[in-house]
Protein backbone atom coordinates (compact mmCIF):
# COMPACT_ATOMS: atom_id res chain seq x y z
CA UNK A 1 0.00 0.00 0.00
CA UNK A 2 1.63 3.12 -0.86
CA UNK A 3 1.32 6.22 0.69
CA UNK A 4 -1.86 8.85 0.16
CA UNK A 5 -0.86 11.55 -2.35
CA UNK A 6 -0.74 15.23 -0.81
CA UNK A 7 -4.06 16.79 -0.87
CA UNK A 8 -2.32 19.73 -2.42
CA UNK A 9 -0.79 17.55 -5.07
CA UNK A 10 -4.22 16.22 -6.15
CA UNK A 11 -5.99 19.68 -5.54
CA UNK A 12 -3.83 20.67 -8.82
CA UNK A 13 -4.80 17.39 -10.67
CA UNK A 14 -8.18 18.64 -10.33
CA UNK A 15 -7.44 21.75 -11.20
CA UNK A 16 -5.60 21.10 -14.12
CA UNK A 17 -8.58 18.26 -15.05
CA UNK A 18 -10.94 21.50 -15.16
CA UNK A 19 -9.39 23.15 -17.21
CA UNK A 20 -8.93 20.54 -19.83
CA UNK A 21 -13.14 19.96 -19.34
CA UNK A 22 -13.42 23.00 -20.52
CA UNK A 23 -11.92 23.15 -23.66
CA UNK A 24 -12.48 19.30 -24.83
CA UNK A 25 -15.31 19.15 -27.38
CA UNK A 26 -15.16 15.37 -28.05
CA UNK A 27 -17.22 12.97 -25.96
CA UNK A 28 -14.50 9.69 -26.39
CA UNK A 29 -11.68 11.99 -25.76
CA UNK A 30 -13.00 13.64 -22.47
CA UNK A 31 -14.14 10.24 -21.30
CA UNK A 32 -10.24 8.86 -21.83
CA UNK A 33 -9.03 12.18 -20.04
CA UNK A 34 -11.81 12.03 -17.20
CA UNK A 35 -10.66 8.47 -17.06
CA UNK A 36 -6.97 9.29 -16.44
CA UNK A 37 -6.88 11.80 -14.30
CA UNK A 38 -9.56 10.89 -12.05
CA UNK A 39 -7.32 7.61 -10.95
CA UNK A 40 -4.76 10.12 -10.60
CA UNK A 41 -6.71 12.07 -8.24
CA UNK A 42 -8.25 9.35 -5.88
CA UNK A 43 -4.79 7.53 -6.06
CA UNK A 44 -6.74 4.06 -6.50
CA UNK A 45 -6.29 0.69 -8.58
CA UNK A 46 -9.51 1.36 -11.08
CA UNK A 47 -11.99 4.09 -12.30
CA UNK A 48 -14.51 3.89 -14.60
CA UNK A 49 -16.97 6.02 -15.87
CA UNK A 50 -20.82 4.42 -16.48
CA UNK A 51 -23.25 6.59 -18.94
CA UNK A 52 -26.28 5.10 -20.39
CA UNK A 53 -26.64 3.68 -23.92
CA UNK A 54 -29.63 2.49 -25.49
CA UNK A 55 -33.34 3.32 -25.56
CA UNK A 56 -33.17 0.32 -22.36
CA UNK A 57 -30.80 2.70 -20.08
CA UNK A 58 -28.10 0.30 -20.09
CA UNK A 59 -24.55 1.34 -18.15
CA UNK A 60 -21.59 1.13 -20.79
CA UNK A 61 -18.79 1.20 -18.77
CA UNK A 62 -15.40 2.83 -20.13
CA UNK A 63 -12.70 2.28 -17.42
CA UNK A 64 -8.70 2.78 -17.10
CA UNK A 65 -8.71 -1.06 -16.89
CA UNK A 66 -7.92 -1.12 -21.15
CA UNK A 67 -9.43 -5.03 -21.43
CA UNK A 68 -12.44 -3.84 -20.25
CA UNK A 69 -12.96 -1.06 -22.70
CA UNK A 70 -12.51 -3.80 -25.80
CA UNK A 71 -15.13 -6.04 -24.35
CA UNK A 72 -18.44 -3.70 -24.76
CA UNK A 73 -18.87 -4.56 -21.06
CA UNK A 74 -22.84 -3.29 -20.47
CA UNK A 75 -24.48 -3.07 -16.86
CA UNK A 76 -28.80 -3.86 -16.81
CA UNK A 77 -30.71 -1.00 -15.74
CA UNK A 78 -31.18 -1.33 -12.21
CA UNK A 79 -28.53 -4.20 -11.42
CA UNK A 80 -25.89 -3.67 -9.69
CA UNK A 81 -24.16 -1.29 -7.01
CA UNK A 82 -24.03 1.08 -10.30
CA UNK A 83 -27.43 0.57 -11.26
CA UNK A 84 -28.06 1.51 -7.78
CA UNK A 85 -26.70 4.59 -8.04
CA UNK A 86 -27.89 5.51 -11.05
CA UNK A 87 -31.48 4.89 -9.97
CA UNK A 88 -31.21 6.60 -6.43
CA UNK A 89 -28.99 9.18 -6.91
CA UNK A 90 -27.53 8.74 -3.66
CA UNK A 91 -23.32 8.09 -3.07
CA UNK A 92 -22.61 4.30 -1.87
CA UNK A 93 -18.86 3.59 -0.58
CA UNK A 94 -18.36 0.26 0.50
CA UNK A 95 -15.21 -1.33 1.89
CA UNK A 96 -15.95 -4.68 0.82
CA UNK A 97 -17.73 -4.75 -2.66
CA UNK A 98 -18.02 -8.43 -3.13
CA UNK A 99 -20.15 -9.02 -0.12
CA UNK A 100 -22.56 -6.17 -0.97
CA UNK A 101 -25.52 -8.23 -2.23
CA UNK A 102 -26.32 -5.36 -5.26
CA UNK A 103 -22.55 -6.57 -6.70
CA UNK A 104 -22.91 -7.61 -9.79
CA UNK A 105 -20.89 -8.36 -12.61
CA UNK A 106 -21.74 -8.97 -16.00
CA UNK A 107 -20.38 -11.99 -17.94
CA UNK A 108 -18.67 -10.02 -20.39
CA UNK A 109 -16.55 -8.63 -17.91
CA UNK A 110 -13.31 -10.73 -18.49
CA UNK A 111 -10.62 -9.02 -16.98
CA UNK A 112 -8.81 -9.94 -13.65
CA UNK A 113 -9.73 -7.42 -11.54
CA UNK A 114 -10.45 -8.20 -8.18
CA UNK A 115 -13.23 -5.49 -6.20
CA UNK A 116 -12.50 -4.42 -2.60
CA UNK A 117 -13.30 -1.06 -1.88
CA UNK A 118 -15.48 0.91 -4.12
CA UNK A 119 -16.87 4.29 -4.45
CA UNK A 120 -19.66 5.11 -6.66
CA UNK A 121 -20.88 8.31 -7.14
CA UNK A 122 -23.86 9.73 -9.21
CA UNK A 123 -23.37 12.20 -11.65
CA UNK A 124 -26.30 14.99 -11.89
CA UNK A 125 -27.63 17.64 -13.39
CA UNK A 126 -30.04 18.79 -10.59
CA UNK A 127 -32.39 15.97 -10.12
CA UNK A 128 -31.67 14.14 -13.39
CA UNK A 129 -28.16 11.51 -13.87
CA UNK A 130 -26.56 11.54 -16.28
CA UNK A 131 -24.71 8.53 -15.46
CA UNK A 132 -21.91 7.03 -12.32
CA UNK A 133 -18.49 7.30 -11.62
CA UNK A 134 -16.58 4.50 -9.66
CA UNK A 135 -13.30 4.32 -7.45
CA UNK A 136 -11.98 1.00 -7.11
CA UNK A 137 -9.55 -0.29 -4.75
CA UNK A 138 -7.25 2.75 -3.01
CA UNK A 139 -3.72 2.35 -2.84
CA UNK A 140 -3.43 4.25 0.06
CA UNK A 141 -5.77 2.57 2.37
CA UNK A 142 -8.63 0.34 2.77
CA UNK A 143 -11.26 1.73 1.80
CA UNK A 144 -11.82 5.46 0.65
CA UNK A 145 -11.83 8.42 3.67
CA UNK A 146 -14.52 11.15 3.92
CA UNK A 147 -11.44 13.26 1.97
CA UNK A 148 -11.78 11.11 -1.11
CA UNK A 149 -15.28 10.83 -0.91
CA UNK A 150 -15.47 15.12 -0.74
CA UNK A 151 -12.74 15.05 -3.34
CA UNK A 152 -14.57 12.63 -5.83
CA UNK A 153 -17.72 14.57 -5.65
CA UNK A 154 -16.09 17.69 -6.39
CA UNK A 155 -14.72 15.40 -9.46
CA UNK A 156 -18.07 13.91 -10.46
CA UNK A 157 -19.48 18.00 -10.42
CA UNK A 158 -17.13 19.19 -13.05
CA UNK A 159 -17.25 16.12 -14.82
CA UNK A 160 -21.15 16.63 -14.97
CA UNK A 161 -21.07 19.87 -16.00
CA UNK A 162 -18.77 19.21 -18.96
CA UNK A 163 -21.29 16.17 -20.21
CA UNK A 164 -23.78 18.60 -19.64
CA UNK A 165 -21.77 21.38 -21.83
CA UNK A 166 -20.76 18.71 -24.72
CA UNK A 167 -24.58 17.37 -24.80
CA UNK A 168 -26.04 20.95 -25.41
CA UNK A 169 -23.48 21.25 -27.71
CA UNK A 170 -24.01 17.67 -29.69
CA UNK A 171 -27.36 18.85 -29.85
CA UNK A 172 -27.05 22.23 -30.97
CA UNK A 173 -25.05 20.73 -33.98
CA UNK A 174 -27.58 17.93 -34.65
CA UNK A 175 -30.01 21.06 -34.93
CA UNK A 176 -27.91 22.98 -36.95
CA UNK A 177 -27.56 20.05 -39.31
CA UNK A 178 -31.18 19.10 -39.10
CA UNK A 179 -32.05 22.75 -40.11
CA UNK A 180 -29.63 22.68 -43.38
CA UNK A 181 -31.27 19.32 -43.68
CA UNK A 182 -34.48 20.82 -43.93
CA UNK A 183 -33.30 23.95 -45.93
CA UNK A 184 -31.98 21.46 -48.48
CA UNK A 185 -35.07 19.19 -48.73
CA UNK A 186 -37.16 22.55 -49.27
CA UNK A 187 -35.46 23.79 -51.52
CA UNK A 188 -35.31 20.60 -53.43
CA UNK A 189 -38.54 20.33 -52.75
CA UNK A 190 -39.78 23.49 -54.14
CA UNK A 191 -37.77 22.59 -57.24
CA UNK A 192 -40.69 20.26 -57.78
CA UNK A 193 -43.18 22.85 -57.70
CA UNK A 194 -43.97 25.07 -60.55
CA UNK A 195 -44.29 28.50 -60.50
CA UNK A 196 -47.00 30.21 -58.01
CA UNK A 197 -48.52 32.23 -61.00
CA UNK A 198 -48.48 31.86 -64.54
CA UNK A 199 -50.70 32.88 -67.30
CA UNK A 200 -51.56 30.01 -70.25
CA UNK A 201 -53.23 32.56 -72.97
CA UNK A 202 -56.20 33.38 -71.15
CA UNK A 203 -56.54 31.06 -68.69
CA UNK A 204 -54.57 32.21 -65.14
CA UNK A 205 -53.58 30.19 -62.76
CA UNK A 206 -52.24 30.91 -58.91
CA UNK A 207 -51.48 29.10 -55.66
CA UNK A 208 -51.38 29.52 -52.76
CA UNK A 209 -48.90 26.93 -50.50
CA UNK A 210 -47.95 26.75 -47.10
CA UNK A 211 -46.53 23.60 -45.22
CA UNK A 212 -47.24 22.66 -41.53
CA UNK A 213 -43.33 21.96 -40.98
CA UNK A 214 -40.42 22.99 -42.98
CA UNK A 215 -41.21 20.30 -45.11
CA UNK A 216 -44.63 19.31 -46.23
CA UNK A 217 -46.74 17.08 -47.95
CA UNK A 218 -49.03 19.00 -50.39
CA UNK A 219 -47.90 20.07 -53.90
CA UNK A 220 -49.67 21.89 -56.47
CA UNK A 221 -49.19 21.32 -60.45
CA UNK A 222 -49.73 22.43 -63.51
CA UNK A 223 -48.75 21.58 -67.29
CA UNK A 224 -49.23 22.73 -70.55
CA UNK A 225 -49.80 20.16 -73.43
CA UNK A 226 -49.07 19.80 -77.18
CA UNK A 227 -52.57 20.29 -78.24
CA UNK A 228 -53.44 23.41 -76.11
CA UNK A 229 -55.37 21.36 -73.23
CA UNK A 230 -53.81 22.27 -69.31
CA UNK A 231 -53.83 19.41 -66.72
CA UNK A 232 -53.66 21.15 -63.29
CA UNK A 233 -54.18 19.86 -59.63
CA UNK A 234 -53.35 19.74 -56.37
CA UNK A 235 -52.03 17.07 -53.84
CA UNK A 236 -51.89 15.78 -50.60
CA UNK A 237 -49.11 12.78 -49.59
CA UNK A 238 -50.13 11.28 -46.63
CA UNK A 239 -47.90 11.63 -43.31
CA UNK A 240 -45.49 14.47 -42.97
CA UNK A 241 -41.79 15.50 -43.14
CA UNK A 242 -38.97 14.13 -45.05
CA UNK A 243 -40.63 10.84 -45.68
CA UNK A 244 -44.08 12.48 -47.64
CA UNK A 245 -41.67 15.13 -49.09
CA UNK A 246 -39.85 11.90 -50.91
CA UNK A 247 -43.52 10.58 -51.74
CA UNK A 248 -44.46 14.45 -52.93
CA UNK A 249 -41.13 14.25 -55.05
CA UNK A 250 -42.15 11.03 -56.96
CA UNK A 251 -45.75 11.94 -57.63
CA UNK A 252 -44.67 15.07 -59.07
CA UNK A 253 -42.11 13.38 -61.16
CA UNK A 254 -44.92 10.76 -62.35
CA UNK A 255 -47.45 13.49 -62.99
CA UNK A 256 -44.45 15.15 -65.30
CA UNK A 257 -43.91 12.60 -67.08
CA UNK A 258 -47.20 11.51 -67.68
CA UNK A 259 -49.09 14.37 -68.24
CA UNK A 260 -48.46 13.96 -72.06
CA UNK A 261 -50.80 11.41 -72.53
CA UNK A 262 -53.79 13.45 -71.72
CA UNK A 263 -53.19 14.19 -75.64
CA UNK A 264 -55.16 10.71 -76.14
CA UNK A 265 -56.19 9.75 -72.98
CA UNK A 266 -59.37 11.50 -71.07
CA UNK A 267 -58.45 12.66 -67.39
CA UNK A 268 -59.99 9.20 -65.98
CA UNK A 269 -57.72 6.79 -67.62
CA UNK A 270 -54.76 9.31 -67.13
CA UNK A 271 -55.94 8.84 -63.00
CA UNK A 272 -56.12 5.26 -63.45
CA UNK A 273 -52.56 4.99 -65.24
CA UNK A 274 -50.90 7.47 -62.79
CA UNK A 275 -52.44 5.24 -59.53
CA UNK A 276 -50.59 2.22 -61.08
CA UNK A 277 -47.12 3.53 -61.65
CA UNK A 278 -47.59 5.15 -58.27
CA UNK A 279 -48.62 2.07 -56.95
CA UNK A 280 -44.73 0.58 -58.32
CA UNK A 281 -42.98 3.02 -56.50
CA UNK A 282 -44.33 4.03 -53.23
CA UNK A 283 -44.62 1.39 -49.93
CA UNK A 284 -47.48 0.06 -48.68
CA UNK A 285 -49.14 2.23 -46.47
CA UNK A 286 -48.86 5.14 -48.20
CA UNK A 287 -50.51 7.17 -50.85
CA UNK A 288 -50.91 10.24 -52.15
CA UNK A 289 -54.38 11.81 -52.49
CA UNK A 290 -54.85 13.70 -56.06
CA UNK A 291 -57.31 16.67 -57.37
CA UNK A 292 -57.36 16.75 -61.18
CA UNK A 293 -58.52 18.98 -63.71
CA UNK A 294 -58.15 19.14 -67.66
CA UNK A 295 -58.65 22.45 -69.11
CA UNK A 296 -59.30 21.91 -72.86
CA UNK A 297 -59.25 25.74 -74.22
CA UNK A 298 -60.55 24.69 -78.02
CA UNK A 299 -63.79 22.88 -76.96
CA UNK A 300 -64.09 25.29 -73.93
CA UNK A 301 -64.58 21.83 -71.75
CA UNK A 302 -63.19 20.77 -68.20
CA UNK A 303 -62.78 17.53 -67.19
CA UNK A 304 -62.47 17.16 -63.11
CA UNK A 305 -61.13 14.00 -61.35
CA UNK A 306 -61.51 14.04 -57.36
CA UNK A 307 -59.09 11.56 -55.81
CA UNK A 308 -59.33 12.02 -51.70
CA UNK A 309 -59.51 15.74 -51.34
CA UNK A 310 -62.54 18.17 -51.13
CA UNK A 311 -64.43 18.97 -54.13
CA UNK A 312 -63.58 21.47 -56.68
CA UNK A 313 -65.41 25.07 -55.94
CA UNK A 314 -66.65 27.12 -59.24
CA UNK A 315 -68.14 30.95 -58.90
CA UNK A 316 -71.40 30.85 -61.69
CA UNK A 317 -71.23 34.42 -61.68
CA UNK A 318 -73.56 34.18 -58.37
CA UNK A 319 -71.99 32.25 -55.61
CA UNK A 320 -69.39 29.43 -55.20
CA UNK A 321 -70.99 25.93 -55.46
CA UNK A 322 -69.29 22.41 -55.52
CA UNK A 323 -68.89 20.83 -58.45
CA UNK A 324 -70.43 17.19 -58.31
CA UNK A 325 -68.18 15.10 -59.52
CA UNK A 326 -67.61 11.75 -58.48
CA UNK A 327 -64.96 10.70 -55.70
CA UNK A 328 -62.60 8.28 -55.94
CA UNK A 329 -59.74 6.28 -53.94
CA UNK A 330 -56.58 8.17 -53.02
CA UNK A 331 -53.60 7.31 -55.61
CA UNK A 332 -51.01 4.05 -54.40
CA UNK A 333 -53.24 1.82 -52.79
CA UNK A 334 -54.60 -0.56 -55.39
CA UNK A 335 -53.08 -1.06 -59.07
CA UNK A 336 -56.75 -2.31 -59.55
CA UNK A 337 -58.13 1.20 -58.57
CA UNK A 338 -60.57 3.05 -61.34
CA UNK A 339 -61.28 6.36 -62.07
CA UNK A 340 -64.19 8.37 -63.15
CA UNK A 341 -64.41 11.96 -63.96
CA UNK A 342 -66.73 14.99 -64.77
CA UNK A 343 -66.94 16.98 -67.29
CA UNK A 344 -68.25 20.28 -67.84
CA UNK A 345 -68.26 23.83 -70.04
CA UNK A 346 -65.42 25.67 -69.08
CA UNK A 347 -68.07 28.59 -69.24
CA UNK A 348 -70.15 27.47 -66.02
CA UNK A 349 -68.28 29.28 -64.18
CA UNK A 350 -64.91 32.30 -64.49
CA UNK A 351 -63.42 31.33 -61.31
CA UNK A 352 -62.37 27.71 -60.54
CA UNK A 353 -61.30 26.35 -57.08
CA UNK A 354 -59.01 23.01 -55.84
CA UNK A 355 -57.83 22.80 -52.52
CA UNK A 356 -56.54 20.47 -50.27
CA UNK A 357 -58.10 19.51 -46.76
CA UNK A 358 -55.32 21.53 -44.64
CA UNK A 359 -57.41 24.59 -45.87
CA UNK A 360 -60.65 23.52 -44.33
CA UNK A 361 -59.42 21.48 -41.10
CA UNK A 362 -57.24 24.53 -39.44
CA UNK A 363 -58.55 25.26 -35.94
CA UNK A 364 -59.19 28.55 -34.67
CA UNK A 365 -58.19 29.12 -30.87
CA UNK A 366 -62.03 28.86 -29.83
CA UNK A 367 -61.31 24.72 -31.38
CA UNK A 368 -63.61 25.70 -34.43
CA UNK A 369 -62.85 24.61 -38.02
CA UNK A 370 -62.08 26.83 -40.49
CA UNK A 371 -65.14 24.42 -42.91
CA UNK A 372 -67.66 24.57 -40.41
CA UNK A 373 -68.78 28.23 -40.88
CA UNK A 374 -66.09 30.33 -42.13
CA UNK A 375 -65.04 28.50 -45.26
CA UNK A 376 -68.39 29.65 -46.87
CA UNK A 377 -68.20 33.23 -45.34
CA UNK A 378 -65.03 33.76 -46.70
CA UNK A 379 -66.02 32.23 -50.07
CA UNK A 380 -69.12 34.81 -50.49
CA UNK A 381 -67.24 37.35 -49.35
CA UNK A 382 -64.95 37.34 -52.58
CA UNK A 383 -68.05 38.39 -54.29
CA UNK A 384 -66.36 36.22 -57.42
CA UNK A 385 -63.62 39.45 -57.75
CA UNK A 386 -60.26 38.27 -59.22
CA UNK A 387 -58.99 38.89 -55.94
CA UNK A 388 -60.92 36.22 -54.42
CA UNK A 389 -57.56 33.62 -53.78
CA UNK A 390 -55.61 36.90 -51.68
CA UNK A 391 -59.04 37.38 -49.45
CA UNK A 392 -59.77 33.58 -48.91
CA UNK A 393 -56.26 33.21 -47.86
CA UNK A 394 -56.50 36.50 -45.70
CA UNK A 395 -59.65 35.04 -43.68
CA UNK A 396 -57.66 32.25 -43.63
CA UNK A 397 -55.15 33.58 -41.63
CA UNK A 398 -57.04 35.88 -39.41
CA UNK A 399 -59.29 33.04 -38.69
CA UNK A 400 -55.80 30.49 -37.19
CA UNK A 401 -53.86 33.54 -36.18
CA UNK A 402 -52.20 31.44 -32.64
CA UNK A 403 -52.71 28.63 -33.70
CA UNK A 404 -50.48 25.89 -35.08
CA UNK A 405 -51.16 23.97 -38.45
CA UNK A 406 -51.70 20.50 -37.95
CA UNK A 407 -51.86 19.89 -41.87
CA UNK A 408 -50.40 21.23 -45.31
CA UNK A 409 -52.79 23.82 -46.46
CA UNK A 410 -52.65 24.87 -50.78
CA UNK A 411 -54.91 26.06 -52.78
CA UNK A 412 -54.99 26.19 -56.86
CA UNK A 413 -56.86 28.50 -59.35
CA UNK A 414 -57.89 28.91 -62.27
CA UNK A 415 -59.20 32.00 -64.05
CA UNK A 416 -60.69 31.92 -67.36
CA UNK A 417 -60.07 35.34 -69.32
CA UNK A 418 -61.52 34.60 -72.50
CA UNK A 419 -63.73 37.58 -73.76
CA UNK A 420 -67.21 36.04 -74.19
CA UNK A 421 -69.14 36.34 -77.52
CA UNK A 422 -72.22 38.26 -77.73
CA UNK A 423 -75.51 36.75 -76.83
CA UNK A 424 -77.51 38.91 -78.61
CA UNK A 425 -77.52 39.69 -82.78
CA UNK A 426 -79.29 42.14 -84.40
CA UNK A 427 -79.93 42.23 -88.25
CA UNK A 428 -82.09 42.62 -91.30
CA UNK A 429 -83.64 39.42 -92.43
CA UNK A 430 -82.63 37.70 -96.02
CA UNK A 431 -81.47 34.52 -97.12
CA UNK A 432 -77.50 36.34 -97.38
CA UNK A 433 -77.66 37.33 -93.62
CA UNK A 434 -78.61 33.59 -92.56
CA UNK A 435 -74.94 32.89 -92.13
CA UNK A 436 -74.45 35.61 -89.78
CA UNK A 437 -77.12 33.93 -88.15
CA UNK A 438 -74.84 30.37 -87.96
CA UNK A 439 -71.72 31.93 -87.00
CA UNK A 440 -73.62 33.80 -84.07
CA UNK A 441 -74.83 30.52 -83.10
CA UNK A 442 -71.60 28.72 -83.21
CA UNK A 443 -69.25 31.27 -81.56
CA UNK A 444 -71.71 31.19 -78.88
CA UNK A 445 -71.92 27.82 -78.27
CA UNK A 446 -67.86 27.15 -78.80
CA UNK A 447 -67.57 29.52 -75.92
CA UNK A 448 -69.80 27.91 -73.31
CA UNK A 449 -68.35 24.65 -74.11
CA UNK A 450 -71.89 22.92 -75.64
CA UNK A 451 -70.71 19.36 -77.86
CA UNK A 452 -70.24 20.07 -82.06
CA UNK A 453 -73.28 17.42 -82.17
CA UNK A 454 -75.69 19.69 -79.81
CA UNK A 455 -74.33 22.46 -81.89
CA UNK A 456 -74.97 21.19 -85.41
CA UNK A 457 -78.47 20.47 -84.39
CA UNK A 458 -79.52 24.07 -83.25
CA UNK A 459 -77.75 25.82 -85.96
CA UNK A 460 -80.22 23.86 -88.08
CA UNK A 461 -83.18 24.32 -86.31
CA UNK A 462 -82.63 27.87 -86.06
CA UNK A 463 -81.83 28.26 -89.92
CA UNK A 464 -85.09 26.73 -91.04
CA UNK A 465 -86.78 29.06 -88.24
CA UNK A 466 -84.60 31.84 -90.22
CA UNK A 467 -85.57 30.66 -93.44
CA UNK A 468 -89.45 30.69 -92.35
CA UNK A 469 -89.39 33.88 -91.21
CA UNK A 470 -87.68 35.16 -94.54
CA UNK A 471 -90.30 33.36 -96.95
CA UNK A 472 -93.39 34.34 -94.84
CA UNK A 473 -93.03 36.53 -91.95
CA UNK A 474 -91.96 39.45 -94.58
CA UNK A 475 -93.83 40.45 -97.72
CA UNK A 476 -91.49 40.09 -100.75
CA UNK A 477 -92.10 43.76 -101.33
CA UNK A 478 -90.64 44.99 -97.96
CA UNK A 479 -86.92 46.67 -97.92
CA UNK A 480 -87.06 46.56 -94.21
CA UNK A 481 -86.83 43.14 -92.59
CA UNK A 482 -85.64 43.74 -88.89
CA UNK A 483 -84.73 40.56 -86.56
CA UNK A 484 -82.96 39.88 -83.54
CA UNK A 485 -81.68 36.74 -82.19
CA UNK A 486 -80.82 36.27 -78.28
CA UNK A 487 -79.56 33.07 -76.68
CA UNK A 488 -78.43 31.92 -73.20
CA UNK A 489 -78.04 29.07 -70.84
CA UNK A 490 -80.24 28.08 -67.61
CA UNK A 491 -80.44 24.72 -65.55
CA UNK A 492 -79.25 22.53 -67.98
CA UNK A 493 -81.01 24.22 -71.00
CA UNK A 494 -80.32 26.68 -74.12
CA UNK A 495 -83.18 29.71 -74.77
CA UNK A 496 -83.23 31.26 -77.69
CA UNK A 497 -85.40 33.88 -78.16
CA UNK A 498 -85.92 35.60 -82.24
CA UNK A 499 -88.25 38.53 -82.45
CA UNK A 500 -89.25 39.97 -85.84
CA UNK A 501 -92.12 42.73 -87.31
CA UNK A 502 -93.03 40.44 -89.86
CA UNK A 503 -96.68 38.31 -89.98
CA UNK A 504 -95.95 35.46 -87.34
CA UNK A 505 -98.41 32.38 -86.28
CA UNK A 506 -99.89 30.82 -82.89
CA UNK A 507 -99.15 27.97 -81.38
CA UNK A 508 -102.18 26.18 -82.61
CA UNK A 509 -101.24 27.17 -86.28
CA UNK A 510 -97.53 25.63 -85.29
CA UNK A 511 -99.65 22.58 -83.95
CA UNK A 512 -101.97 22.23 -87.17
CA UNK A 513 -99.00 22.78 -89.02
CA UNK A 514 -97.08 19.59 -87.95
CA UNK A 515 -100.00 17.42 -87.57
CA UNK A 516 -99.40 14.60 -90.59
CA UNK A 517 -99.48 16.14 -94.03
CA UNK A 518 -102.17 16.20 -96.47
CA UNK A 519 -102.04 16.52 -99.83
CA UNK A 520 -102.10 20.30 -100.51
CA UNK A 521 -99.06 22.81 -99.96
CA UNK A 522 -98.06 23.96 -96.41
CA UNK A 523 -96.70 26.98 -94.90
CA UNK A 524 -93.02 26.31 -93.23
CA UNK A 525 -92.64 23.01 -95.61
CA UNK A 526 -91.13 19.86 -93.90
CA UNK A 527 -88.76 22.58 -91.82
CA UNK A 528 -91.43 23.24 -89.26
CA UNK A 529 -91.35 19.29 -88.50
CA UNK A 530 -87.37 19.94 -88.26
CA UNK A 531 -87.73 22.61 -85.91
CA UNK A 532 -90.62 20.67 -83.24
CA UNK A 533 -88.10 17.51 -83.47
CA UNK A 534 -84.76 19.58 -82.86
CA UNK A 535 -86.31 21.31 -79.72
CA UNK A 536 -87.84 20.58 -76.80
CA UNK A 537 -89.97 23.07 -76.43
CA UNK A 538 -91.12 26.01 -79.36
CA UNK A 539 -93.86 28.88 -78.64
CA UNK A 540 -94.95 31.49 -80.28
CA UNK A 541 -96.39 34.94 -78.98
CA UNK A 542 -96.37 38.34 -79.57
CA UNK A 543 -95.05 41.00 -76.73
CA UNK A 544 -94.68 44.59 -77.99
CA UNK A 545 -96.25 44.50 -80.89
CA UNK A 546 -93.77 41.84 -82.35
CA UNK A 547 -93.66 38.10 -83.40
CA UNK A 548 -91.30 36.09 -80.61
CA UNK A 549 -90.34 32.79 -81.25
CA UNK A 550 -89.02 30.79 -77.92
CA UNK A 551 -86.87 27.89 -78.68
CA UNK A 552 -85.76 25.99 -75.87
CA UNK A 553 -82.75 22.91 -75.26
CA UNK A 554 -82.01 20.65 -73.01
CA UNK A 555 -78.18 20.40 -73.12
CA UNK A 556 -75.99 17.76 -71.01
CA UNK A 557 -73.51 21.09 -70.27
CA UNK A 558 -72.80 18.91 -67.03
CA UNK A 559 -72.06 15.39 -66.94
CA UNK A 560 -69.86 12.57 -65.46
CA UNK A 561 -67.92 11.66 -68.13
Known amino acids: ?32 HILKQSREVMDCEVCSILLPDGPNEDLLIRSTLDPINTMDVRVPKGKGIAGDVYATKKIVNIEDALSDPRHFRPSSDKSDLVTRAMLTIPLLDGDHCLGVMQAINPNHGAGFNAQDVEMFETFGSLIAVTLLRLESQKKAIQEAENRQQLSLAKEIQNSFLPAPQVRLDHIAVESFYEPASEVGGDFYFWHEIDDGKILLGVGDVCG ?17 S ?44 VRLCCAGLPGAQVHDGKAWKEVPAPGNAPLGISCAARYEEY ?72 TDHSPPPPSELALSCHPDT ?21 TGLI ?18 TSSERPACCRIESDA ?35 GL ?24 KSTSAASPG
Open 1 to 32: MSNPQPIASRQNVLIDVARRLSSTHDLVELVD
Open 240 to 256: KGLAAALDMARGTTLIA
Open 258 to 301: TAHLCVSMNLAEWMTTLNKRLCGVMKAGRFIAINAMLVCPKTRR
Open 343 to 414: ALPLSTGRHWMLFTDGILEVQNSAGEYFEDKAFAAALQHTNGGDDFLSHLVEQWRTFAHGANYQDDATVLTI
Open 434 to 454: LRLVREFIEAWAAYHGIRDDL
Open 459 to 476: VLGCDEVMSNICKYAYCT
Open 492 to 526: GSIRILIEHHGEGITNEDFQKLVAPPSTGQRIGGL
Open 529 to 552: HVISEIFDRVDFRREAGKSVIELM
